[in-house]
Every structure is written in structure tokens, then in C-alpha cells.
């Protein structure tokens, strides 16, 4: 008991002291010298350097960065982790330069912070060490998991959304195409006009225009947002247009042939659905359901007989 006790202690002495260090933290002599020198360099006067950073500068950002640096060290990632991980933040909607390091340091909190509180509560409550122990490496691999699941089931919801709101956004294209506006410019009008009814398609279709406007190609940019979102629907709908357009093909009439076809494979998954939904309350039923009806119809017959062989 006494273990525990100074251990919890320790723990979170060492992570006050780690949290201090890492907001608190002032520039190094040499990191202060190289900064000057490269001032020096492009001719720009070396201000004076402050413990705590700058209005301007992305406090949370430097926090962050700091935090994740012992998981840096202890688990460098490659490049091709690196690159996955940001792609798998860009398909969950983040898509911030500091995202990944946000993220590391969320896998570095939570790897310490559940066995923390899972070590400070068996404290508190006066659990045997074995037990206690057992507790922690939970809460350890709780920790360790739990950061990939979230960002694995906000994967999963954006391009759920994406993918619904995809046939309306190609209704609302093949009558803005008709009408006489180029394909550039009914992205435009599509991103505008389903901005309060799917917010994802119509961001990720502004996105994709403004990359047009700064010069990208065309295709490049309409590859660029299939691999953003990583919906299987909008990366077939973009191979199609970019066929279209290399070949001189009309437009409209295939974004209307494909549109048809999305609704069709729409339909199927939520008749799909529907019939998985009789197979997913089987486990309801039987667990709670049943018992209940049971109790309630057997419940007074068990009663007299309980009271008939207690009489005899």
C-alpha cells in the first residue's frame, strides 16, 4: 500500500516537473547563437529571446511539439509512417501542418495519463499490488490504443458524410454543367450551395478549386482530392472526369450516367442495411429482451408453486 502511494506521488511530481519544464523551458545558449548568426546572415537585427514565446508565434504549437518530442525520441517514425499518418489526418478533416504533432502528443498523454489515474485510484482505494499492476499495463495499452481507434472511427464518419452527400453534389453539378457554367466553375457553385447541407463535399470541392486558381493542373488537383478524402465513390468520379476531359468527351452527360449509378449503389447499401439490421437485434433480444418476458410470464406460476411446496 505504501508502494503505491509513494509511486502515485512520484508519477505525478515527475509530470508537474515535465509539463513545467516543457511551457517554461528558455532557448539554449547555442539555439540562441545559430539563431543570431542566421539573423546575422540575412542581415536582419537579433531581437531578445523570452522565456515564454511571442503573441505571434503558436504557443500551442511549441507545446505541443515539446510534448511530443520523449515519444519522437522514444519511437521515431519514418517517412512513410509520417507521410500515412498525415494522409490518415487529412481524410479525418485535419489538415493543419501541426496536426501530426498534435497528435503524437495525444499518444504521448494518454500513455501517460491513463496509468497515472488508473495508479492514483488503486491508491486511493487500497488495491493489492499485483492487482494494481495488472490495472496499469491495462490502462497502458488503453492509452497506447485508444489514439488510433478515434482516428480510425472520425476516418470512418467523414467519409460516410462524404459519401452521402456525393450524389446530391453530382445532381446539383450535372444541372450547373447544363445550364452552361465550365467544370471549375460548377465546383464553385456546388461548394456554395451544399455548405450548410454537407459541409465535407463542399469544402473539399472549394479545396480542390483553389488549388486550380493557384495553378495546379487540373487533374493533379482533382487526384489530390480523391486522395483527401479516400472514398472510393469520389476517387471512380474523378478518374471519370479526368478521362472525360483528356478524351474531349461531354462532361455532363457522364457525370449524369455516373450520378444515376451512385444512386443506384446508394440505394443497395442502405438495402444492405436494412438487412443487416434483423441480424444486429438478435443480441438485443436475447439478452434483454426475453429474460424480461419470461420473468413476466412465468414470474406468477413460479410464485404458487413456490408457495404450493412450501405448504406440503
Given amino acids: 500500500m505504501f508502494l503505491i502511494i509513494l509511486s502515485t506521488f512520484v508519477c505525478f511530481t515527475l509530470g508537474g516537473l515535465a509539463v513545467y519544464w516543457l511551457m517554461f523551458k528558455p532557448a539554449s545558449a547555442a539555439t540562441e547563437r545559430l539563431r543570431r548568426m542566421g539573423e546575422a546572415d540575412h542581415g536582419v537585427s537579433a531581437p531578445v529571446i523570452s522565456a515564454m514565446p511571442t503573441p505571434g508565434d503558436s ?38 501542418p501541426n496536426a501530426p504533432i498534435y497528435f503524437r502528443a495525444i499518444q504521448l498523454l494518454s500513455l501517460v495519463g491513463f496509468p497515472g489515474a488508473v495508479a492514483f485510484m488503486c491508491a486511493v482505494l487500497g488495491r493489492p499490488l499485483m492487482s494494481a499492476v495488472s490495472w496499469i499495463l491495462l490502462a497502458f495499452a488503453v492509452g497506447f490504443f485508444l489514439p488510433r481507434y478515434v482516428l480510425r472511427k472520425l476516418i470512418k464518419a467523414r467519409q460516410q458524410r462524404v459519401r452521402w452527400g456525393l450524389a446530391d453534389a453530382l445532381d446539383l453539378m450535372v444541372v450547373s454543367i447544363e445550364a452552361g457554367l465550365g467544370l471549375n ?42 486522395e483527401r478524402t479516400g472514398v472510393d465513390d469520389l476517387r471512380s ?14 462532361i455532363a452527360r457522364a457525370v449524369r450516367v455516373y450520378a444515376d449509378s451512385l444512386r443506384t449503389k446508394r440505394r443497395q447499401r442502405a438495402e444492405q ?19 424480461t418476458l419470461f420473468i ?6 413460479a410464485l404458487n408453486l413456490i408457495d404450493t411446496f412450501g405448504k406440503m
Fill in 237 to 250: 468520379l474523378v478518374a471519370m472526369m479526368i478521362q472525360a476531359d483528356r478524351f474531349g468527351t461531354s
Fill in 185 to 226: 466553375a460548377a465546383m464553385i457553385r456546388v461548394g456554395e450551395e451544399l455548405k450548410d447541407v454537407h459541409r465535407d463535399i463542399s469544402e473539399e470541392f472549394e479545396l480542390c478549386n483553389l488549388e486550380i486558381r493557384v495553378g495546379r493542373e487540373r487533374d493533379e488537383a482533382l487526384r489530390n482530392l480523391a
Fill in 59 to 96: 504557443s500551442m504549437a511549441v507545446l505541443a511539439e515539446r510534448v511530443a518530442q520523449p515519444l519522437h525520441r522514444l519511437a521515431p517514425p519514418s517517412a512513410a509512417e509520417a507521410q500515412k499518418l498525415q494522409k490518415q489526418l487529412m481524410q479525418a478533416g485535419h489538415r493543419s
Fill in 273 to 291: 442495411a436494412a438487412q443487416k439490421a434483423a441480424v444486429k437485434l438478435l443480441f438485443p433480444l436475447a439478452c434483454f429482451l426475453f429474460p
Fill in 296 to 301: 413476466a410470464i412465468l414470474g406468477p406460476a
